[in-house]
C-alpha cells in the first residue's frame, strides 16, 4: 500500500508520538454484555433472510482504478488481528496513519494493538459518506500525530470513502463500540482514522420514515415492528442484536410488519433500509422495555416556547450507572449533552416536517448508539 507520491504530499516525518499517551487513543471495551444466542430461523411471508456480505468485487473509484474488498472487510481484518496477531493489524491502516508498518515498529504494535480474549462477534453498519476533513481530524490519535492537514485532505481528494460503525463482543461478553473512518489508496480500501466523533457523524442524507410503531409482548418475547404504509425503501431488515431474530424484504411495500423473536434476558432491536443504493440503521432500541435506557420519545408539533418550531422530549430511565448522552435531531441539527446528574428528560428542536432522534452513550473512552428512530408529524 505504498503511497502515490504524485497525488499526495507526505509530511517528511510524522511528529514524534508519545506512545504511552497513544495507548489510552485505543478504542476500549465498556464492559456490557452482549452474549449471542442461537439463531432464530422462522421465516416470514414476503421475506428472505439476506446474509450480510462483506464482499463488494468489482467496484471502481472516480478515477476508474478497481478497488477490491470493502470498508466493512478491511475493518473486520484489523479487529481480528488485534486479538490474534498485533503486528498484522497494521498493514490495514493508510499510510499516513501512525499505526501503519512504515510509522509503527513491530515491537511497539504488539504493546498498542494488542487485544486480550477472543472475537465472538463482528456487527457493522456501513455508510458510503463523504469523510470531511473535520471528521478525520475528531480521531484523537490524529490529534495527537499533528497530520497536516493540507496531508489529509490530499488523502481524501479523488477517493471513495465510508464510515464503519461496528461493535465488537468479545467471548467474556464484553463489547468494544468504534466508529472508524475509511477510505480507498492505491486501489485497496484503508483505515483513515479510529474513534471519530459521533456528532459528526450523523448524516441526515436519508429521511425517510419507516418504522411506524413498535409492539411487545413480553410473555411471548416476541417484537411486530410496523412499517410506515409503503415504505420508500428498496430492502428493509430487522434484527436482533444477541437472539439473532431476523427478517429481510425486498419488496417492502407488499409487508405491513415484522416479527421479531428477542432475547428475554436481555436485547436490542435494529432495522435497517436500503435506498438508492444506501443501507442505513433507521430504528434502534433495547428490550426488554424494562432495561431500556430511554424510556419515551414524544414529540411537539406547536411547542409553548419559541425556541424550537417543534420539539421532541427523550425521558431517560432513572438508574443511568454514571453514564453520558447525547440526544441529537439529525435532519434540524439540535443536540443536548445529558450528564448523569442532570434531569431525566432532555428536549431537543425537532424539523416541523420529519426528524431522526439518535442517542449516544458514553462510557470511558467508548460510546454506543442505544436509540434511534424516525418520526414525520
Known amino acids: 500500500m505504498a503511497p502515490r507520491r504524485t497525488r499526495r504530499r507526505y509530511l517528511g516525518g510524522l511528529a514524534t508520538i508519545s506512545f504511552t499517551s497513544l495507548a489510552g487513543c485505543i478504542d476500549s471495551l465498556d464492559g456490557q454484555n452482549s452474549t449471542p444466542a442461537a439463531n432464530d ?3 416470514t411471508t414476503n421475506a428472505t433472510s439476506t446474509p450480510d456480505s462483506d464482499a463488494t468485487p468489482g467496484e471502481k473509484s472516480s478515477d476508474g482504478d478497481s478497488i477490491t474488498g470493502s470498508p466493512k472487510q478491511v475493518v473486520r481484518a484489523y479487529f481480528e488481528a488485534r486479538y490474534e496477531n498485533p503486528t498484522a ?3 490495514h491502516f493508510h499510510s499516513l496513519h501512525p499505526f501503519h508498518p512504515d510509522n509503527l515498529s513491530e515491537e511497539k504494535a504488539t504493546t498498542l494493538l494488542s487485544s486480550e480474549g477472543a472475537i465472538s462477534d463482528i456487527d457493522f453498519d456501513t455508510r458510503d459518506v463523504d469523510v470531511t476533513l473535520e471528521m478525520v481530524q475528531s480521531a484523537p490519535l490524529l490529534r495527537t500525530a499533528e497530520v497536516e492537514q493540507e496531508t489529509l485532505t490530499d488523502a481524501l481528494a479523488g477517493e471513495r470513502t465510508a464510515v464503519v460503525e461496528t461493535v465488537v463482543t468479545t467471548a467474556d461478553g464484553k463489547r468494544n463500540v468504534s466508529r472508524i473512518a475509511t477510505v480507498t489508496s492505491d486501489g485497496e480500501w484503508a483505515i483513515l482514522a479510529l474513534r471519530i466523533d459521533p456528532k459528526i457523524t450523523q448524516s441526515a442524507q436519508f429521511e425517510g ?7 411487545v409482548d413480553t410473555d ?6 410496523y412499517f410506515d404504509g409503503s415504505p420508500t425503501a428498496e430492502e428493509l431488515t430487522g434484527k436482533t442484536k444477541n437472539a439473532r431474530s431476523s427478517r429481510s424484504s425486498s419488496t417492502p411495500g407488499s409487508i405491513s410488519y415484522f416479527d421479531l423473536y428477542p432475547d428475554g434476558a436481555g436485547d436490542e432491536l435494529i432495522v435497517t433500509a436500503t435506498v438508492d443504493g444506501d443501507t442505513r440503521t433507521i430504528h434502534r432500541e433495547q428490550y426488554p422495555p424494562s432495561e431500556r435506557v430511554v424510556e419515551d420519545v414524544t414529540y411537539d408539533e406547536d411547542p409553548e416556547s419559541d425556541e424550537f418550531d417543534a420539539a421532541a ?8 450507572n454514571g453514564e453520558r448522552y447525547v440526544v441529537e435531531s439529525t435532519i434540524h441539527g439540535g443536540s443536548v449533552d445529558v450528564g448523569p446528574d442532570d434531569s431525566a428528560t432532555a ?24 436509540h434511534r428512530e424516525r418520526h414525520r408529524f
Open 41 to 43: 430461523t422462522q421465516t
Open 89 to 91: 493489524a497494521r498493514q
Open 209 to 215: 420514515r419507516v418504522v411506524s410503531e413498535v409492539s
Open 220 to 225: 411471548e418475547d416476541r417484537v411486530r415492528l
Open 313 to 320: 422530549t427523550v425521558s431517560f430511565a432513572d438508574d443511568r
Open 347 to 370: 428536549v431537543v428542536g425537532v424539523a416541523p416536517e420529519a426528524d431522526e432522534i439518535v442517542v449516544t452513550r458514553t462510557t470511558g473512552d467508548a460510546s454506543d448508539v442505544v
